[in-house]
Structures are given as structure tokens and as C-alpha cells.
């Protein structure tokens, strides 16, 4: 941050303090001029009278020898003692004061009669006194017993001496003051204008960065323009718990690489191809420990291999501690409004923190410089931000949290909330999919923790790092590889259907999840039921097919949602179901993207029915698998997604009437208005995919890289200074 205002007011003070200083030296120069002026005139004047009295005590003799003789010689005595061009004339007085002999000129001031009274004794008397051609000194001295002689001297060039010495001292005075004033100002200056040469650079690369942002759609090639162009092309190093590539070892003993189903790798996996690197992430395959190199690392993707996986293992402590414990048993419901109770445990607590620490040494290990971009992934590494800056100081960390983050009363029910929060305050930039999530952690952080919230940069301080919280609506690539594929919609719909064995005149809704409570899938089903019994028509002509991918199955909050799910399929299925007819049809099983895609196409609506959902990247999915622009998104208002993608029919799953009408509303909705909607929500993810996302991140981080690297250069020539 540059704050003009405080280099300012330094330049205020140092021009206060050079006044100051020069306002001294001004008058010290007048009292030492006073000093001098009257020690000089002591000094001069004491010499002038010693030579007089010397002069005069030498012709004394002469002087009396010659009184009472002849007045030339006299004359020639006292023109001997005038010949100092100083001495402005001689008189010979008689004892009765009236005048022997005198030089021409001699000043009638010092006259016999003016000084005869005064001379007295040996000594004599000395005086000086104002002439109007200036200062003089007046000499008497008395000469046996005839008279005295007077010899006054001209003391005006000490006076001229004494203003030309003045006029040195000032000009050296001024010389000093314009030195005094001038260097340190032509310092301030010189630092103050190799200041604003940084800012302006920074503003520049700034002003860059918006224009791009502003003019162009952000894509792959944008993103590696970006990263080389604003990171000058460093590693980054990608944290995630999940892998994007698994090995698995199936049944007849051959290996496949799996492609898991999950939103964070769905995003992030586009921007690793983009950008290389090392994702490091738990290597979970089964045959995964077969497929690494001596680093643990392997290349992906299959066949085009332009980053690396560096597999972390875990023991079934670990991975029970920490990742279906404390990660999905306690952080995941904590974090989702969606009626589990979470479970904190103190010995998965124990295993979560083991594991950050694991996670974040193979992140450093894998860092080339003591200054990497590390994007941490999601609520599995709350504490890996902290202990990656305790490694690496000036890492730039940018957290991405991929679910909610719950109210501060919520979160308060955690027993190491504290520790949470102080564990993401480690990051450089802590990223949220809404600003909403991102005002749930300020009050979260004001609440609990001392820290200071900067609310004008929506940053917090702790301790005197900086973290910037930031929302980053997530999305996915665009184009999507998967959508490409060559085949048509009609196409699709007509393998499907045949997969199904639907009449050709049946209408198909479309859901596709992990098998997880908050995806609303039970309240989707009954959605469905309920769709049937309002709506008689579409009983033996609907159908809808759920692709739902198993997951976190040792979780029994999750192996009842599937005995549940698996319930009311049959039950709706008895109610409406005929020969050759099912309405529910669900499809138990990890799907690969092409499939999912050929669903997507082939269905006249999707519903994604979330009871809360940080953004829900299956509504992006099914918006983009739609070229032909037709087909119906009915869309939960509790997902991220609903704040983008307002084309969609938005509903509240939990009210089962409201859902069931809006999918009759999707099932016979025309298709010109499918069309509009669908050619709105299609423009919003052109321009709002997965690459900006990245790109905007990425960008933040290196404007904060750029004005971290001008504060500590600038902070290391005020040490220097
Ligand atoms: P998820 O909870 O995993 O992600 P989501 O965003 O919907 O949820 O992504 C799921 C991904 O898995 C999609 O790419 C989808 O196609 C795929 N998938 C789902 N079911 C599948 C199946 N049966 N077979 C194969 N693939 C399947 C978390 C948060 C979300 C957030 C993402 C990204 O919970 O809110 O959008 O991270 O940040």
C-alpha cells in the first residue's frame, strides 16, 4: 500500500526542522560577527596606540634637543613622525598649550588647548574619538618640560576592514545555509521520485492488467499469457486432497486412470494444464503407489503429461482422522446448512493437524524458490496455510475454501475454531465463492480472534501479515472438453433413450451428484413424486434419471443417505411405476464426464435441488452442454450458482409444491423462451469461466507480489537511509 500522504508529511517535517536549522545558523553567524567585529576593534586599536606611544617615546629626545632651535628642524622632526600614511597629523605644543609646530591638516578637534589639560604625568594621554572622515586615535605625550607633541591616527580602515570581514562571513553563511537546505531537500527528492518510479510501474502493470481484464475473454492461452507475463512463468504448486488422476487397479488386473468425481477438480484440473506445475494431492488409487517414480511424482494427463502429481500417502489412521473424521464428519457439516450434526473429535483433531503438517512439508519440499504461488484447495487444509508461511515466509499462499463458510455462531461450536482461523490467516489471499461467505469470515475472525480487520481492502491483520479475503465465484472451462465431442444433442437423446428404453415421445429430467446429503437429493425425489401427483399427465411419461457417484461411503451419516435414496426410489417408483415404466431411475456409479455430458444433452431439464452448496458446478456443466440451446435448468436458490445464473427457474428445494411446479413450468416451457434463457446463462459462463477464476487470483497475487517486492525494497533504503 503507498500512502503519499505520510511521505508528505516527512517532507513537511524535514523542511520544518532545515528552517529551524538554518534560522540557527543565521544567528549564530550574527553573534559571532559581533564577537569578531568587537575584538577586532580592540585588538586594532590596542595596536595602533602602542605604535603611536612607541613613535613618540623615540622622538622625544630629538624632539627636545631640537624645542628651542630653529622651527625648520622641528618641522623636519615632525614630518619624520607624519610619514606613515596612518597618521593623520603631528602637533608641538609649548607648556603654555599654544602651538610650536604642526603638521598641515592636523585635525582641529585634537588642537593644544583641547588636549594640553589632559595630558599628565610620563604617560601622557591617548583617546580616540569620531572625526567626520570617521574614527581616530589621539596620542599626547609630554616632552621634558617644553610642552608635548599630539599625534592623531586615522582608525577608518579598521572599520573597512571590519565590513569586508562581515561580508565574507555572510556570503559563507549563505554558502553554508543554501548546503544545509539543499542536500538533504535534493535527497528527499531523489527518494521521493525513486519512489514514485516503483508506484508507477505498479500502477502501470495495474492499469495493464485491467485493460486486459476489461477488453478480453479469459481462456487457457489468457492464462498462460498471464502467469508468464505477471509471475514471469513460476511453478505453481497446486494443494488439494483429491487427485486428478487416480490409478486403479481393476479386476482382471490391468491399471485405469479414473478421473474423480468431484467440483474442485473439475476446476482446477483445466488450470494445472494451463499453467503446468506439481499438484500435490493424497495418492488414493489403489494402484498408485505402482505408477509413481522415486519422488512419489507422475505425469499427467494420460498422453499429454504437462504437470505432475506428487502423491502424499496416509495410513488408515491418518485418513480416517483426518479425512473422513475431522474433514468430512466435523468441517462439512459444520460449514453446510443442511441438518447433519457435526462430530468433533479430539483424535481426529490430532490426525487433521498431523496431516496439514505432512501436506505442507511435501508443498514446501516441491517449492523452487523461498517465494513459490501456492494455491492451497478447500476445508481438508485449514492449518496448512500457517505452516507453509512458518517454512516459507514470503510464499504467496492463496487459499480457495469450496464450501460455505457458516455464520460466527456456527462456527463457534467448533471446539478449535480459533485455531482454524488462525491457521487460514496464514494465507496470502483466502478466497470464497460469494461475498457473503467472505462476510461470515469477518464477523467469524472480529469474533473470536485479535486481530485487525481492514475492512476498506477486505483485508484482516494478524500479527502483522496481511490477508486479503476475497470472493471468487468458481466455474468451469470454457469451452468444456467434454461437450465437444462430435455427437448432437439428438444424438445424444437418442442413445440415452435407448440406454433407458423410453419412448421416443418421453420427456427426461436429469440429476447429477456425489451421494451427498446436501445436494438435496432425497427432497429432489420427492420433488419428483410430488410433480406426479400433481400433475397426472406426466405419469408414464416422465422419467427421471439420477447419475449419483458413491462417495465418502465409510461415513455412516452417507451410507444411510444412500439406503434412503435407494427407499424412496422404490417407493416412488411402486407408486407411479408401471410395466416398462419407472419414473426414478438411479444410476449408482462414478460416470466419466462424456457420459455425464451425453445425459445432460439428452434431457429436457435439470434440477439441482442443493440445500446449500458453495457454487454447484453441475448447473455450469449442463448450461454449457447445451449448443442446441435448449432444455431447462431448475436451480436451487441455495447454491452459489443461483447468484449467476438467474435465467434459471430458482427455487427452494425444501418446498417440495414450488419445485414440482417449476419442473412442470421447465417440461412445457416453449422452446423459443428455452433459447433466450439458455443463450443468457451460456454468456455468463463464456465470460465467467474456470480461467477467470484462476486468472483473477492469479492476477491478485501478483499485484500483492509487486507491491510486496516495492515495501521491502523501499524499506530496505530507509534502513540503509
Ligand atoms: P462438489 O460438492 O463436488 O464440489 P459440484 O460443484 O457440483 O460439487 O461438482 C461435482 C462435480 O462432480 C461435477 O463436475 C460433476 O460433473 C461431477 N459429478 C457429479 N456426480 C458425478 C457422477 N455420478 N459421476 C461422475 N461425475 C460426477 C465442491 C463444492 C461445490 C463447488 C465445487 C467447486 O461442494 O459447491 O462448486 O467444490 O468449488
Given at each position: 500500500m503507498f500512502k503519499f500522504s505520510i511521505h508528505s508529511s516527512q517532507m513537511r517535517r524535514l523542511a520544518q526542522f532545515l528552517l529551524a536549522l538554518v534560522l540557527g545558523l543565521a544567528l549564530l553567524t550574527w553573534a559571532a560577527s559581533s564577537v569578531v567585529r568587537t575584538t577586532a576593534q580592540e585588538w586594532f586599536e590596542r595596536d595602533v596606540n602602542s605604535r603611536a606611544r612607541l613613535?613618540?617615546?623615540?622622538?622625544?629626545?630629538?624632539?627636545?634637543?631640537?624645542?628651542e632651535g630653529d622651527a625648520a628642524a622641528l618641522r623636519t622632526h615632525i614630518a619624520e613622525l607624519n610619514r606613515d600614511e596612518r597618521v593623520m597629523g603631528v602637533a608641538l605644543c609649548n607648556a603654555d598649550f599654544t602651538v610650536r609646530a604642526s603638521t598641515p591638516g592636523f585635525p582641529e578637534a585634537f588642537g593644544c588647548w583641547a588636549v594640553g589639560s589632559r595630558v599628565r604625568g610620563e604617560e601622557g594621554w591617548s583617546s580616540v574619538a569620531t572625526l567626520p572622515t570617521g574614527r581616530a586615535s589621539v596620542n599626547a605625550v609630554p616632552v621634558a618640560e617644553l610642552g608635548f607633541a599630539v599625534l592623531v591616527q586615522d582608525l577608518s580602515y579598521i572599520e573597512r576592514r571590519e565590513s569586508q570581514a562581515q561580508t565574507i562571513l555572510v556570503v559563507t553563511?549563505?554558502?553554508?545555509?543554501?548546503?544545509?537546505?539543499?542536500?538533504?531537500?535534493?535527497?528527499a527528492q531523489w527518494v521521493r521520485s525513486g519512489r514514485r518510479a516503483e508506484i508507477r510501474k505498479v500502477r502501470l502493470e495495474m492499469e495493464e492488467q485491467t485493460e486486459e481484464s476489461s477488453s478480453l475473454q479469459w481462456n487457457a492461452e489468457r492464462l498462460k499469457r498471464t502467469l508468464s507475463r505477471h509471475l514471469h512463468g513460476e511453478k505453481i504448486v497446486i494443494l488439494s486432497n483429491r487427485e486428478p488422476y487416480l490409478h486403479v487397479r481393476k479386476a482382471d488386473g490391468?491399471?485405469?486412470?479414473?478421473?474423480?468425481?468431484?467440483?474442485?477438480?473439475?476446476?482446477?484440473?483445466?488450470?494445472m494444464r494451463a499453467c503446468s506445475g506439481t499438484w500435490v494431492a493424497h495418492g488414493a488409487g489403489s494402484a498408485d503407489r505402482e505408477t509413481v517414480d522415486r519422488f512419489d511424482g507422475v505425469r499427467v494427463p494420460p498422453g499429454e503429461e504437462s504437470y505432475e502429481i506428487r502423491r502424499v500417502w496416509l495410513t488408515e489412521?491418518?485418513?480416517?482422522?483426518?479425512?473422513y473424521g475431522f474433514s468430512n464428519e466435523g468441517l462439512w457439516p459444520l460449514c453446510h446448512v443442511a441438518h447433519a450434526r457435526p462430530q468433533f473429535r479430539a483424535e481426529d483433531w490430532r490426525q487433521y493437524r498431523e496431516v496439514n503438517q505432512k501436506f505442507a512439508d511435501a508443498v514446501c519440499d516441491e517449492a523452487d524458490s523461498d517465494d513459490p504461488v501456492i494455491l492451497v484447495q478447500d476445508y481438508h487444509f485449514a492449518l496448512a496455510p500457517a505452516m507453509i508461511r512458518k517454512r516459507l515466509p514470503a510464499a504467496t499462499v492463496i487459499v480457495f475454501w469450496h464450501i460455505p463458510w457458516p455464520n460466527a455462531e456456527r462456527l463457534g461450536i467448533c471446539p478449535w475454531r480459533d485455531e482454524l482461523l488462525e491457521g487460514l490467516l496464514g494465507s496470502s489471499i483466502l478466497g470464497f465463492h460469494t461475498q457473503l461467505h467472505c462476510n461470515n469470515f469477518f464477523e467469524a475472525v472480529d469474533r473470536y480472534l485479535e486481530t485487525r480487520i481492514d475492512r476498506e481492502h477486505h483485508a484482516v491483520v494478524r500479527q502483522g501479515h496481511r490477508t486479503l479475503i476475497r470472493p471468487y465465484p468458481i466455474s468451469i472451462e470454457w469451452p468444456v472438453r467434454w461437450a465437444e465431442t462430435g455427437e448432437t444433442a439428438a444424438e445424444s437423446?437418442?442413445?440415452?433413450?435407448?440406454?433407458?428404453?423410453?419412448?421416443?415421445?418421453?420427456?427426461?429430467?436429469?440429476?447429477?451428484?456425489?451421494?451427498?446429503?446436501?445436494?438435496?437429493?432425497?427432497e429432489r425425489l420427492e420433488a419428483v413424486e410430488a410433480l406426479l401427483e400433481r400433475y397426472p399427465e406426466y405419469r408414464g411419461r416422465f422419467t427421471f434419471v439420477q447419475l449419483a457417484a458413491p462417495s465418502r461411503t465409510k461415513i455412516e451419516?452417507?451410507?444411510?443417505?444412500?439406503?434412503?435414496?435407494?427407499?424412496?426410489?422404490?417407493?416412488?417408483?411402486?407408486?407411479?411405476?408401471?410395466?416398462?415404466?419407472?419414473?426414478?431411475?438411479?444410476?449408482?456409479?462414478?460416470?466419466?464426464?462424456?457420459?455425464?455430458?451425453?445425459?445432460?444433452r439428452a434431457a429436457d431439464l435439470c434440477y439441482v435441488?442443493?440445500?446449500?452448496?458453495?457454487?454447484?458446478?453441475?448447473?455450469?456443466?449442463?448450461?454449457?452442454?447445451?449448443?442446441?440451446?435448449?432444455?431447462?435448468?431448475?436451480?436451487?436458490?441455495?447454491?452459489?450458482?443461483?447468484?449467476?445464473?438467474?435465467?434459471?427457474l430458482i427455487v427452494n428445494p425444501y418446498d417440495l409444491e414450488a419445485a414440482s411446479e417449476a419442473m412442470m413450468m421447465a417440461l412445457r416451457m416453449p422452446v423459443e423462451e428455452q433459447r433466450d434463457r439458455m443463450r443468457s446463462m451460456r454468456a455468463v459462463i463464456t465470460q465467467f469461466n474456470v480461467y477467470r477464476w484462476a486468472g483473477k487470483m492469479l492476477e491478485d497475487a501478483a499485484r500483492l507480489r509487486s507491491q510486496e517486492r516495492v515495501a521491502s525494497r523501499m524499506s530496505a533504503r530507509s534502513l540503509v537511509g
Open positions: 613613535a613618540l617615546a623615540g622622538a622625544r629626545p630629538s624632539l627636545a634637543a631640537a624645542w553563511f549563505v554558502l553554508l545555509a543554501a548546503l544545509a537546505l539543499g542536500v538533504p531537500m535534493f535527497v490391468s491399471i485405469e486412470v479414473q478421473h474423480p468425481a468431484s467440483g474442485l477438480v473439475t476446476a482446477l484440473e483445466p488450470v489412521e491418518q485418513e480416517q482422522g483426518y479425512y437423446r437418442a442413445r440415452v433413450f435407448a440406454d433407458l428404453g423410453l419412448r421416443p415421445d418421453a420427456l427426461l429430467g436429469v440429476g447429477v451428484d456425489r451421494l451427498d446429503y446436501t445436494k438435496g437429493i432425497e451419516r452417507y451410507r444411510l443417505l444412500n439406503e434412503s435414496v435407494e427407499q424412496l426410489t422404490e417407493r416412488i417408483n411402486a407408486r407411479f411405476g408401471r410395466e416398462g415404466y419407472a419414473p426414478i431411475r438411479l444410476l449408482r456409479a462414478h460416470h466419466e464426464p462424456p457420459d455425464v455430458f451425453r445425459y445432460f435441488s442443493s440445500l446449500h452448496d458453495g457454487m454447484n458446478l453441475v448447473a455450469k456443466e449442463f448450461v454449457a452442454a447445451r449448443g442446441d440451446l435448449k432444455g431447462v435448468l431448475v436451480l436451487s436458490e441455495f447454491t452459489g450458482a443461483a447468484r449467476e445464473l438467474t435465467e434459471a
